[in-house]
């Protein structure tokens, strides 16, 4: 199944799935989501016509059996390991765009850090990260 997506979708995948793992895909994620892909790096030579094509993709994968298991799988198998810290960061930042993170978004980090293999420190230091960017004064 991943022989044919591209990085980029997996990112997107496993953004729509951190914004929708808590039931409820708010205005704050999905908008988001369509910034990170318009600006971030390991986004260039997307096209960002495609962008809800992905995220539906990604939702119709959700809505099967096994559909969290199938979108970890595509993101360990479709990003180069040496961005998985950057996937991990982007489940991050998805996580806090209402600057409330809930119990089900901790267990899909958690998740996400076990099958890219990441070790606790650099997840830390990321999820610090995200604490110091989005602090309100």
Request: glycine residues 4%.
């Amino acid at each position: 199944m991943t022989s044919h997506i591209h990085s980029h979708d997996a990112l997107i995948y496993l953004m729509v799935t951190m914004s929708a793992v808590d039931k409820a895909m708010n205005d704050a994620e999905l908008a988001r989501i369509g910034r990170l892909v318009t600006f971030l790096p390991v986004f260039k030579g997307f096209d960002e016509e495609r962008l809800v094509d992905v995220t539906r993709s990604a939702a119709e994968i959700l809505k099967g059996p096994e559909g969290l298991d199938i979108v970890l799988e595509v993101v360990r198998d479709a990003v180069p390991p040496r961005l998985y810290d950057t996937a991990y960061a982007l489940a991050v930042e998805i996580a806090s765009a209402d600057y409330n993170i809930q119990q089900e978004e901790i267990r899909l980090l958690q998740m996400v850090r076990d099958r890219l293999g990441l070790d606790k420190l650099t997840c830390a230091a990321i999820e610090r990260g995200a604490i110091a960017r989005f602090r309100h004064a």
